[in-house]
């Protein structure tokens, strides 16, 4: 059996394979093993709405920015202050959070990020 990590639906699959294993009876129709156990797998999830994706939690934009929490706000602050200059609706979305959770994401669905040009 491969392992890949250990969760729920990986704690059904195992039950149900020691089920389609230890029974002798047609429970699989006849099917090859792995035919068997692809039917016993749940279909999968359709992904989460744009809204709800992209959330981190605000530890892990810290750790990887490498700057304090104050000085995190500061920058999200001045980043909305840009946008909404540039013309950008809704600006104040940009570096959205999650009340309570200490999440936050970008709230756009495109963002692209260009280097500056000489001129």
């Keep these: 059996m491969i392992r890949f990590r250990r969760d729920a639906a990986l704690q059904r699959l195992q039950r149900r394979e020691h089920v389609l294993e230890s029974t002798t009876a047609c429970s699989c129709g006849g099917l090859p093993r792995p035919a068997a156990l692809a039917r016993a797998r749940p279909p999968p ?8 994706q992209g959330w981190v939690l605000q530890e892990a934009v810290l750790a990887a920015l490498q700057v304090n929490r104050n000085q995190l706000y500061v920058d999200v602050h001045r980043l909305r202050q840009q946008f909404a200059e540039a013309g ?4 104040a979305r940009i570096g959205e959070r999650r009340p309570g959770t200490r999440q936050m994401h970008i709230g756009a669905a495109h963002l692209e990020i260009l280097a500056p040009t000489s001129g």
Excluded at 45 to 52: E, I, N
Excluded at 88 to 91: E, W, Y
């Design 88 to 91: 950008v609706q809704d600006a």
């Design 45 to 52: 999830r359709p992904p989460p709405p744009p809204t709800q």
